[in-house]
């Protein structure tokens, strides 16, 4: 049987109908490889079923010669050198679509969170320190009512469009390739350049890929054209954000806060955002509820069965070969 391996833990289904197919090897113990470990373990695998901390380069490949396809157990990809994979005839996947509402839902929270300042608030109760209501304590910021930026308008993007409709928001969002006409006026958004949507909005939220091209799109320029009451919200990747510019923005009271899920160089970030109050800190967990990722799994477990088990085109093609 061909040589399937799965380099992080999921869940005992996608083990299952992986082996009907294949010889599996998987990471149930969810170990943390390092590099050499990583690379031992994929040599003789035809097919990988990947998880976004995997760096999938030259190096990778190299290890990995009878590689055909790999699947990437997230809907981004900036963790795989897809040209690389291209060169050499490699399949890659994603798992889009089963995430969309999940993070939507998540967006959501992020930005109500910082906008009404629940973290700091529970932090206040935690160490002890409430001890009588004040009229003026902690005051925040009506999301009802208030305009919402969203740079990236993709599938998830929508999504949120939908729920702030749901809230009375106005609704702008800016992108390469503006939408057409009926799903503007369905979702009640409008396109608008980044520069007017900076200054307008009072939340700006990012739903992008991460891309050399995205790379700091939100940096010192950006943040001094945001509102001085305004939130930032950031449920795409690390590294769209310049963290440093923002760490500064945020302690300026350039902006109001931020509500933020994703980093430059994850797992570690800048331990500055931790002296912050005015900061939502989770750790890269926008889609992590238990149906979307039991969908997810099994999502890049069928593009490894399509590709090499039925000799068919992969489901959820990030490149084609």
């Not at 305009?147 to 939908?162: C, E, K, S």
């Not at 608008?192 to 700006?204: F, I, M, N, P, R």
């Amino acid at each position: 049987m061909r040589k399937v391996v799965v380099t992080r833990e999921v869940f005992k289904e996608t083990i299952d109908f992986l082996r009907i197919h294949f010889d599996v090897t998987s990471n149930q113990d969810d170990r943390s490889y390092s590099r050499d470990e990583l690379l031992s373990i994929v040599s003789e695998a035809e097919g990988i079923q990947t998880a976004g901390s995997d760096q999938v380069n030259d190096e990778f490949l190299d290890a990995a010669p009878q590689v055909k396809i790999i699947a990437n157990t997230a809907v981004g990809y900036n963790n795989i050198d897809v040209q690389a994979c291209l060169r050499r005839g490699v399949v890659v996947t994603n798992t889009p679509g089963v995430l969309d509402e999940c993070v939507a839902d998540y967006a959501l929270g992020l930005m109500i969170s910082a906008c009404r300042r629940i973290g700091e608030g529970e932090r206040y109760l935690r160490s002890g320190q409430w001890k009588a209501f004040y009229f003026k304590q902690m005051l925040g910021l009506d999301i009802h009512g208030a305009t919402l930026g969203l740079i990236g308008f993709g599938r998830i993007g929508q999504a949120i469009a939908r729920r702030a409709n749901g809230f009375g928001m106005r609704v702008l969002y800016h992108t390469r390739s503006r939408v057409c006409e009926a799903l503007e006026n369905d979702l009640h958004a409008t396109h608008v350049d980044k520069s007017q949507l900076l200054e307008e909005s009072d939340v700006v939220m990012l739903i992008l890929p991460y891309t050399k091209d995205t790379h700091h799109i939100i940096g010192e320029r950006e943040l001094s054209q945001m509102k001085s009451r305004s939130v930032l919200v950031n449920i795409a990747r690390g590294g769209i954000v310049d963290d440093a510019a923002l760490i500064k923005a945020l302690r300026d009271k350039t902006i109001f806060a931020a509500g933020l899920d994703v980093y430059e160089g994850e797992p570690q970030l800048n331990p500055e955002f931790l002296e912050l109050e005015n900061v939502v800190l989770s750790p890269h967990i926008g889609s992590a509820s238990e149906p979307t990722r039991r969908a997810m799994a099994m999502t890049a477990a069928k593009n490894l069965v399509a590709v090499l088990a039925n000799n068919e085109a992969p489901i959820n093609p990030v490149n084609s070969t």
